[in-house]
């Protein structure tokens, strides 16, 4: 039996200022000297932009690796493209990973293996995934599903206390 999923709604605005709060802390690592920005798709991509602007950080790559599942259980990781050969030199020193979530940090384990020297950044950690990222912004519970802004409509969201009538 799973977990009561909790839900946890992120605006644009919520994901913009969580993304610019973790380009804040990583302004001060690596002396600001990143090589370039290696983002998961499809989740890093949105924070990639918005850190890139604000380290000033113009390279860009990105990796991207799926996992085949029914939302209650995660399947095989497949890596669907590589990261550019040129930034895995050096074990990826001087790069920073960006994506939006590390929730069971399988995908991070896939991506630190390609770049075992690159810090590793993420805006929302879980505590399964946790382990795997080097700096993050806000930890959520691991039955929390959150929901990006780029996932949502506007729609009626009913009260919290309606969920938790018996």
Same mark, same amino acid.
Request: glycine fraction near 8%; include cysteine; charge should be negative.
């Given at each position: 039996?799973?977990?009561?999923?909790?839900?946890?709604?992120?605006?644009?605005?919520?994901?913009?200022?969580?993304?610019?709060?973790?380009?804040?802390? @990583?302004?001060?690592?690596?002396?600001?000297?990143?090589?370039?920005?290696?983002?998961?798709?499809?989740?890093?991509?949105?924070?990639?932009?918005?850190?890139?602007?604000?380290?000033?950080?113009?390279?860009?790559?990105?990796?991207?690796?799926?996992?085949?599942?029914?939302?209650?259980?995660?399947?095989?990781?497949?890596?669907?493209?590589?990261?550019?050969?040129? @930034?895995?030199?050096?074990?990826?020193?001087?790069? @920073?990973?960006?994506?939006?979530?590390?929730?069971?940090?399988?995908?991070?384990?896939?991506?630190?293996?390609? @770049?075992?020297?690159?810090?590793?950044?993420?805006?929302?950690?879980?505590?399964?995934?946790?382990?795997?990222?080097?700096?993050?912004?806000?930890?959520?519970?691991?039955?929390?599903?959150?929901?990006?802004?780029?996932?949502?409509?506007?729609?009626?969201?009913?009260?919290?206390?309606?969920?938790?009538?018996?």
């Amino acid at each position: 039996m799973s977990l009561p999923e909790k839900a946890f709604p992120v605006s644009w605005d919520q994901f913009h200022r969580d993304a610019r709060a973790l380009a804040w802390r @990583l302004a001060g690592l690596n002396g600001g000297q990143w090589k370039a920005i290696v983002c998961i798709t499809r989740g890093g991509l949105v924070p990639a932009a918005i850190i890139s602007r604000e380290l000033g950080i113009r390279v860009i790559e990105t990796v991207s690796v799926a996992s085949y599942h029914d939302y209650t259980s995660q399947g095989e990781l497949n890596v669907l493209k590589e990261v550019t050969p040129s @930034l895995t030199e050096n074990d990826g020193e001087n790069v @920073l990973i960006v994506d939006d979530l590390t929730d069971t940090g399988k995908t991070a384990a896939v991506v630190r293996a390609m @770049l075992p020297k690159a810090h590793f950044a993420a805006v929302y950690a879980k505590p399964k995934g946790k382990p795997m990222v080097d700096t993050y912004i806000t930890e959520v519970s691991q039955d929390t599903w959150i929901y990006f802004p780029w996932d949502m409509g506007f729609t009626y969201q009913k009260p919290i206390s309606e969920d938790h009538r018996g």
